[in-house]
Nanobody
């Protein structure tokens, strides 16, 4: 059974870079036709899709976050990663990784809380 697990620091200081890793088990991130996304949910707000990386390594970004976001992968570890630069308290959220994109997100990690605070 497929599982996704987010990992990374729970507290990041303003202006620093937030870095998270999603480890996938039970499936390969290089399987043809698959996409792997990062989504976040700030407190009291809805889900916001951030970025994705496709099975072939190509990427996509939310226009509103593109200037600060980077997604990458380590196929040897079956992991994909998120970097969000120049964070502010408004980036405080639960961050999720998931398989798919748009409304077609079928497997999710449990989510990890990231707080931006000095």
């Amino acid at each position: 059974q497929m599982q996704l697990q987010e990992s990374g620091p729970g507290l990041v200081k303003p202006s620093q870079t937030l870095s998270l890793v999603c480890t996938v088990s039970g499936a390969s991130i290089t399987t043809s036709g698959t996409a792997w996304s990062w989504i976040r949910q700030p407190p009291g707000k809805g889900l916001e899709w951030m970025t994705l990386i496709y099975h072939d390594g190509s990427t996509g970004y939310s226009p509103s976050l593109k200037s600060r976001t980077s997604v990458s992968r380590d196929t040897s570890k079956n992991q994909f990663s998120l970097q969000l630069s120049s964070v502010t308290p408004e980036d405080t959220a639960v961050y999720y990784c998931a398989r798919g994109h748009g409304s077609y997100l079928d497997y999710w990690g449990q989510g990890t809380q990231v707080t931006v605070s000095s």
